[in-house]
């Protein structure tokens, strides 16, 4: 059984990280760790979003050092936006996991573009979380819906650079980073 520290105490990243395990037969313990990502709160760049999720994993490693428990590795998940090409905001996550020697590695998830009400919101500098209700009560379509509420839980963001870490972690031998 593997000891994993994690760099959240959010029970929905928690249980997404569960999952991940859960599918990749992965028995593990968790120890979630309340720590600062030491990045603003809504990250706007790619670089800065993998930044905070190394930083998530880096001090919940040295937490449970501390705490004297022993961990086999840590995880650190962070979600954050980015302009594309075309000046438009996207979603996506880093996840990375940092282990005893050191070494760090990361998975980042697919991208999604952000609907236009949100595209507004960011350049606004303001917070998506925000206007997340607003946005749910005026978008009726099955799809609007669907959009919103993966905005809103960040589910295949997180699961997606979750699983990516865990493999390129667990997996070191056969991908080079």
């Known amino acids: 059984m593997l000891s994993i ?64 428990k022993s961990v086999d590795f840590a995880i650190g998940i962070e979600v954050g936006y980015e302009i594309n090409e075309k000046g438009n905001y996207e979603i996506f996550c880093w996840t990375s996991v940092i282990d005893g020697k050191g070494d760090t590695i990361s998975g980042q998830s697919s991208n999604f573009l952000m609907p236009n009400l949100f595209q507004k919101v960011i350049k606004e500098d303001k917070y998506v979380y925000h206007y997340l209700d607003e946005y749910m009560a005026s978008h009726n379509d099955v799809v609007e819906k669907a959009v919103g509420e993966m905005i809103r839980n960040r589910k295949p963001f997180i699961v997606d650079a979750t699983r990516k870490a865990l493999m390129y972690h667990l997996k070191k031998e056969d991908f080079k980073q």
């Open 5 to 68: 520290a994690v760099g959240t105490t959010s029970e929905q990243k928690i249980g997404y990280l569960k999952e991940v395990l859960k599918e990749l037969n992965i028995d593990a313990q968790i120890f979630p760790c309340e720590v600062k990502s030491l990045v603003s709160e809504q990250p706007l760049t790619s670089q800065e979003t993998k930044e905070g999720s190394i930083n998530r994993a880096r001090h919940a490693f040295e937490l449970t050092k501390e705490s004297r």
